[in-house]
């Protein structure tokens, strides 16, 4: 019994070092990776600029109502936007090569090219980006064949949307409209415009 427990003790004492030594070299927990989520969607930021073709209609009043004749226009567009999180903001700047005929008013009264200054503000759903603006719009108006007799000026608003193609190249599509006036120098008498608008977009981002 008494060589028993002399064995016992021995192998506790060899033991019990590689006991603790087990204990101690057991391996710890690994520390879960940390997922760092970046914002989703595309990327908006940054310049870009594009063409676009654009269905003009609308109507002009000097006294009474005439309807402009439909106008499909190309056009240009340059713009630079800002992106914090999926809040998109920017402006642009926009020409369209209309000729506008006003239907019931003779053939010489024509709206000849527009040009457009609009700040914009959009959501970023991804690839797809839905924006409203608005802005500051100009334009010349031949008027009883005097070539640029007004000078039309008002403000624009309107909605669009964007679709990336890819990192470089997007689609889109807005609706526009814009209320100015101006006054006819050769006859003296004041004019307002109303010029609603249908734009396909292609557009480049740098």
Do not use: C, H
Request: proline share 3%; hydrophobic share 40%; charged share 20%.
């Amino acid at each position: 019994m008494k060589r028993a427990t002399i064995v016992f003790a021995t192998l506790l004492i060899i033991v019990n070092p590689a006991f603790a030594d087990g204990l101690s070299a057991a391996p710890t927990d690994a520390e879960p990776a940390v997922i760092q989520e970046g914002v989703a969607g595309s990327d908006w930021a940054g310049a870009y600029g594009g063409v676009s073709l654009n269905r003009f209609s609308g109507e002009a009043s000097d006294g009474g109502p005439y309807d402009y004749e439909p106008d499909a226009a190309p056009g240009a567009f340059v713009g630079y936007n800002l992106q914090r999180g999926r809040i998109v903001f920017g402006g642009e700047l926009s020409y369209s090569n209309t000729a506008m005929m006003i239907v019931d008013a003779g053939d010489d009264d024509f709206l000849n090219p527009v040009l457009d200054l609009r700040g914009r503000l959009g959501y970023s759903f991804g690839r797809t980006l839905v924006y409203g603006f608005a802005g500051y719009s100009r334009a010349k108006m031949t008027v009883n064949g005097v070539v640029d007799d007004a000078t039309m000026t008002g403000t624009s608003y309107g909605l669009g949307v964007d679709f990336a193609v890819n990192k470089k190249v997007f689609v889109g599509l807005n609706y526009s409209i814009r209320n100015m006036s101006g006054t006819a120098t050769s006859g003296g008498f004041d004019i307002e415009t109303d010029v609603k608008n249908l734009g396909l977009r292609v557009g480049l981002s740098f």
